[in-house]
């Protein structure tokens, strides 16, 4: 019921910073959990970061703890992710993802029912 629209990706140096959005529209967008995704080349995907559906409770992988951000505005039907002090390890596809459950974002055995098409981040050195 939940369709996802991915955008705010690009190609940045080193240190500089990007925010990322991922616009939802179909459904109840307020009552949903999300959160972000990445998978680069010959990697597997994984977990970035999650966000409740209130707004209130994140969770963050350890690899951009401190440096990424993730917040939501429910009025605007919009999940964001404050990129900082991006490295070049950084480098991927980022996918956004939205489930009833929050559980479903976080475990790492969660298969979330929404996704978005994915948008390219590039750091270079």
């Known amino acids: 019921q939940v369709q996802l629209v991915e955008s705010g990706g690009g190609l940045v140096q080193a240190g500089d910073s990007l925010r990322l959005s991922c616009a939802a529209s179909?459904?109840?967008?307020?009552?949903?959990?999300g959160g972000w995704f990445r998978q680069a080349p010959g990697k597997a995907r994984e977990f970035v970061a999650a966000i409740d559906w209130s707004g209130e409770h994140t969770m963050y992988a350890e690899s951009v703890k401190g440096r990424f951000t993730i917040a939501r505005d429910n009025a605007d039907n919009t999940i964001y992710l404050q990129m900082n002090i991006l490295k070049p390890e950084d480098t991927a596809v980022y996918s956004c993802a939205a489930d009833r459950l929050y559980m479903a974002i976080w475990r790492r055995d969660g298969n979330p029912d929404y996704w978005g098409q994915g948008t390219q981040v590039t750091v270079s050195s």
């Open positions: 179909g459904g109840t967008f307020s009552k949903y959990a």
